[in-house]
């Protein structure tokens, strides 16, 4: 049965009346109208519809409504807007750093999750975190030079 | 280069006839002008859109209009298409509003596809911009007093030269544009420009990092349902029968709309329909036909035996030419491969008060306006097709059908928008594939070991299905309606572009050539294009094949390339790739000597796409696993040659994508398909590169400001392929002539002879 659920997200409570089991993708893009989490693959595989629950990236396309609970979520639309872009924003805007941008906001999510735990990842450490993300355009070597330069601090 | 073109059919050729209809996807580009009088031809898209206010409209209010028939998809078209236009205005960048394809608002460019956007929109865009200022000027220099000619503009202020001044936006009218261009006013030369060739940044990109309404995908609109599409497990089946009772009982369900056997839910919430897509796949009982064997199941036999439509693509004989002394064969072969989008495709619909509107990504908004009308059985003037931004594409992708779906649903629910979100599923195992291919290509060596006989021979489907023919219609679902109707009947796109010939003619000086195409346009699969159509597998043929020829004339395979190379901004590409690499002749790799459980080795690969647009060349570095059988491209260096560079970092965008995404298809990805249906049927099943495989990536422009700009978007992945290949065989001392190049397939290479 429907049920409602009041969510944090990006700081603020939402609540929401949707199936404990509807995917958390869905809620947050047709009911919170959230266009940052993108529809990809519905099975964990892409990466596309990454958020963060308390500081974990989390698929939201599997990830139950029900199960958030008490759980800060964080979108791509809480780190910063297109008027006042975070540093990893920027530094990804700098590299110009997507073809198609579809991936980006999985790889965004991921990064700044990476960020959080290891300030100044190696290359091979932020190719790591970002393995289980795809991306279909080639725009492989310009996001892990963005997150390495969101790392160094070195933006214009 | 005069391509020789004649039927030489054998065997059975199909009745449909080859004669029937010509050039389908590039028929509107092609088609005279209407009128008693030939008008005189003007360049690029304005020849087929003439008044200049179709292109750009400049505005009181201080900003430009800018109308373009081409659609974004990350390319960054339009942000190159405002550079353009804001330079040859002499106005800011920011001040260019761009409209792209919409079929109520913009000129008709075809399609976005075949990396002709800024040759033919840009050109247009140059060309009606430079008579705009001339225009605009005319006026100041009316209000000012004085002559145009002495005026001088900057950010659309002009100032005359005693001090006074204007605007564009004070002087301009509704009428000023509404009139033909000429073409008569030249667009600036090089050395005049400020902002072509600047790399400026491009504007889709904020929203796309900050969680903006980007997508087709972010459109919500007041009252809109969500629909899944039932189809069948296997193409051509038949929905048998199926209790919609149970499914209309399910939370939600608005709808379950039935035509025949195209199935749909549509109900209030996604999840909701999402569910009701799972109930609906359960309760369908569909017939289950089987598909028949296809060209990749006689890749283990010499030759294809398929019914084809064969001709001679190219022909050239040079009586003088030294006399063959040796002959060499190889024979290639390229699995079906997908464009695999990273979002699935999506359409919203609406059809309220007669007007059908339909949001698309699709790649041309006005043939799917055409041929969705001509299956609904309406007047085009009653449907409008807009476009918005998808994920990437790559060619034809389920966009177009999706678009249909969401425009039968609409009709069946009018008043109501519906959005249609295809599963990852139906993508994989619904969207047009890439074809399959066969390259049969032998070389006759003379004394001197130069090449002085060429022969290339290639089996291929069709590369060209999208809509928009002047007969049947290309839309999936109608194909499964209770009155199905038919598809068009497939023609191969002819040269100078070349469908599944696309470069299959070499740019190299051999004295005597013959290119031989077998067409099957009877494809079990439906393929059309992927992204280079047969330029990828035809360049990995021959670009193989050059080494191998190399290799029996005891060649380095840069000098082998130049020596048969009289084309100047060809030898330079292969030049600079070469020289950017540290190419060192006689130590291109381990030639499969050594004890080291890992080969490696340097290959190179070149190619002009098309023939006619972008010089591009490519050295690959791979390292061979001689246990795993897994080859990693480790590095990559390319220089392209794309004349006038609008925006240099966009070119260099698009050709390392380009490069990791041929470096994806070479060495990893190929359909899944048996008799009983596609298998590929989520990422599992299609692996595709990933960070830990992408290479190093080095892109050198070489910048020709005094040429015409060429296309750059589909440059890369021939060489790219080829190069892998080369450098595999360089490392291994072995050749790879099938892709993709999986670990099964490497070990058995590597296996002693």
Known sequence: MPAVFTLRVNGTARSVRAEPATPLLYVLRNDLKLNGAKFGCGQSQCGACSVLIDGMERRSCVYPVGAVGKGAITTIEGLGTPQQPNALQRAFIHEQACQCGYCSNGMIMAAQALLARNPKPSESEVKQALEGHLCRCGAHNRIVRAVLRASKGALP | ?753
């Open chain 2, 1 to 753: 280069m005069t391509a020789a073109l004649r039927n030489v059919s054998r065997r059975n050729v199909l009745k449909a006839g080859a004669g029937l209809v010509v050039g389908i996807a590039y028929a509107p580009l092609l088609a005279p002008a209407q009128g008693s009088e030939t008008p005189v031809h003007l360049p690029g898209s304005l020849n087929g859109n003439r008044l200049l206010s179709a292109w750009l409209r400049v505005n009181p209010n201080g900003t430009v209009t800018v109308f373009t028939g081409k659609v974004e998809f990350g390319q960054g078209i339009a942000s190159a298409l405002a550079q353009i236009a804001a330079d040859e205005l002499d106005v800011g960048y920011r001040r260019i509003n761009m409209v792209t394809a919409d079929t109520s608002l913009t000129p008709d460019e075809g399609f976005t596809a075949g990396s002709q956007s800024i040759e033919q929109s840009g050109t247009a865009l140059r060309f009606a911009c430079a008579e705009a200022r001339q225009m605009l000027l005319a006026a100041a220099a009316a209000r000012l007093g004085g002559r145009a000619g002495d005026l001088r503009v900057a950010d659309g202020t002009i100032a005359a030269p005693g001090g006074k001044h204007t605007t564009y936006w004070a002087v301009t009218t509704d009428a000023m544009l509404r009139r033909e261009a000429t073409a008569k006013v030249r667009p600036k030369a090089a050395g005049e420009h400020t902002l072509i060739g600047q790399n400026l940044a491009r504007r889709d990109i904020p929203p796309k990092f900050t969680g903006g309404a980007a997508y087709l995908q972010d459109l919500r609109l007041p009252g809109m349902v969500h629909a899944r599409v039932g189809r069948p497990p296997v193409p051509r089946a038949d929905l048998v029968s199926l209790d919609t009772a149970s499914l209309k009982a399910m939370p939600g369900v608005i709808e379950v709309v039935r035509d025949g056997s195209f199935v749909a839910v549509v109900c209030e919430r996604e999840e909701q329909a999402i569910n009701a897509l799972v109930a609906l796949r359960e309760l369908a009982v569909w017939s289950r036909p089987e598909l028949p064997p296809t060209l990749a199941d006689t890749f283990d036999r010499p030759e294809p035996e398929l019914q084809t439509q064969d001709s001679v693509v190219y022909e050239k004989t040079s009586p003088g030419a030294p006399i063959a002394v040796r002959q060499i064969e190889a024979r290639y072969t390229r699995a079906f491969q997908l464009h695999a989008s990273i979002g699935p495709s999506c359409a919203v619909a609406h059809d309220l008060d007669g007007k059908l509107t339909v949001w698309t990504h699709s790649q041309g908004v006005f043939a799917l306006r055409s041929d969705i009308a001509r299956a609904l059985g309406i007047s085009p003037a009653s449907v409008v097709c807009i476009h918005m931004e998808g994920a990437g594409c790559y060619g034809h992708n389920g966009a177009d059908d999706a678009a249909f779906d969401a425009a039968l649903l609409a009709r069946a629910i009018p008043g109501r928008p519906v959005r249609v979100q295809w599963m990852r599923d139906d993508e994989f195992m619904w969207e047009p594939y890439g074809s399959a291919m066969s390259m049969k290509v032998g070389a006759g060596l003379s004394a001197d070991g130069n090449i002085v006989d060429w022969r290339h021979e290639l089996w291929s489907y069709p590369h060209a299905r999208r809509p928009g023919g002047r007969e049947g219609v290309n839309l999936l679902a109608a194909w499964y309606l209770a009155a199905p109707l038919q598809p068009a009947f497939p023609v191969d796109v002819p040269q100078p572009n070349g469908g599944s010939d696309r470069n299959a003619i070499p740019l190299y000086d051999f004295p005597n050539q013959k290119i031989h195409k077998h067409y099957m346009p009877d494809a079990p699969l439906r393929t059309s294009s992927l992204r280079t159509l047969g330029a990828y597998a035809n360049v990995f043929a021959i670009e193989s094949f050059m080494d191998e020829t190399a290799a029996a004339a005891g060649a380095d395979p840069v000098e082998f390339r130049l020596r048969h190379l009289r084309d100047e901004r060809a030898r330079t590409v292969i030049e600079s790739a070469a020289r950017q690499s540290g190419w060192r002749p006689g130590a291109l790799g381990d030639g499969g000597r050594g004890t080291s459980s890992t080969f490696r080795g340097r290959g190179i690969g070149f190619a002009r796409y098309k023939n006619h647009a972008c010089y591009c060349a490519v050295v690959a570095e791979v390292e061979v696993d001689r246990i795993s059988g897994i080859v990693r491209v480790t590095r990559a260096w390319s220089a392209v040659d794309a004349g006038l560079a609008i925006n240099p970092d966009g070119i260099v965008n698009q050709i390392e994508g380009g490069m990791i995404q041929s470096a994806s298809w070479t060495l990893k990805e190929a359909l899944k398909v048996d008799r009983s249906g596609v298998q590929t049927k989520s990422w599992v099943d299609y692996p595709i590169l990933r960070f830990s495989e992408v290479p190093a990536v080095e892109v050198e422009v070489i910048q020709r400001p005094a040429e015409d700009s060429l296309g750059v978007g589909e440059g890369a992945q021939g060489p790219t392929g080829a190069a892998i290949a080369n450098a595999f065989a360089a490392a291994s001392g072995r050749r790879l002539r099938d892709i993709p190049f999986l670990p099964e397939r490497v070990k058995a290479a590597l296996a002693p002879l």
